[in-house]
Antibody, heavy 114, light 109 residues
Framework: QEQLVESGGGVVQPGRSLRLSCVASGFTFRSYGMHWVRQAPGKGLEWVALISNDRSEKYYADSVKGRFTISRDNSKNTLYLQMDSLRADDTAVYYC???????WGQGTLVTVSS | QAVVTQEPSLTVSPGGTVTLTCGSSTGAVTSGHYPYWFQQKPGQAPRTLIYDTNSRHSWTPARFSGSLLGGKAALTLSGAQPEDEAEYYCLLSYRGPWVFGGGTKLTVL
């Protein structure tokens, strides 16, 4: 059974950094691209970033470009999202999802507040 | 970055049919945007209903179907059930980045 488990969320001050992790199991992680998607409280879904299976391609939403970095370690079946220069409007539940978007984690909450 | 538009809200009667649409600020939506449709209920992660315009997953009820209609992606629900009341999101690919629509709140009443 495919499973994605996010971690690393929490409360952080504006301007600081945070790194999210997503551990995958139940499928061949190295064969799939991976997405990060977020959802601010009471708001809609926002696509954040995509990394190809071999790390050769990375894409970002304009709202996070230059501040967030997506990466992965295929030896650890783990996806990462390094979030720098955090702002209040980055407050959201962050989901990881397998390319094809047929498997999603349950999300981790990031709150940016002073 | 493109803007993807959906109806903010729609209402359908039980047993009725409703079509949700998904437009792009860059022009007509085509199969090359690989349209996805997701259902999300309160407190839950999104669940994919339709991918690549009109393909269903094994868990997608047959009453949901996807298509291209008038330059937009469309999700049609035929024979609405009370459990279909939810938020529905479309997602389009722009040859690298992806963009979600703002979501449609579907009420079954």
């Amino acid at each position: 059974q495919e499973q994605l488990v996010e971690s690393g969320g929490g409360v952080v001050q504006p301007g600081r950094s945070l790194r999210l992790s997503c551990v995958a199991s139940g499928f061949t992680f190295r064969s799939y691209g991976m997405h990060w998607v977020r959802q601010a409280p009471g708001k809609g879904l926002e696509w954040v970033a995509l990394i190809s299976n071999d790390r050769s391609e990375k894409y970002y939403a304009d709202s996070v470009k230059g501040r967030f970095t997506i990466s992965r370690d295929n030896s650890k079946n783990t996806l990462y999202l390094q979030m720098d220069s955090l702002r209040a409007d980055d407050t959201a539940v962050y989901y990881c999802a397998k390319d094809g978007l047929d498997s999603w984690g349950q999300g981790t909450l990031v709150t940016v507040s002073s | 970055q493109a803007v993807v538009t959906q109806e903010p809200s729609l209402t359908v009667s039980p047993g009725g049919t409703v079509t949700l649409t998904c437009g792009s600020s860059t022009g007509a939506v085509t199969s090359g945007h690989y349209p996805y449709w997701f259902q999300q209920k309160p407190g839950q992660a999104p669940r994919t209903l339709i991918y690549d315009t009109n393909s269903r997953h094994s868990w997608t009820p047959a009453r949901f179907s996807g298509s291209l209609l008038g330059g937009k992606a469309a999700l049609t629900l035929s024979g609405a059930q009370p459990e279909d009341e939810a938020e529905y999101y479309c997602l389009l690919s722009y040859r690298g980045p992806w963009v979600f629509g703002g979501g449609t709140k579907l009420t079954v009443l």
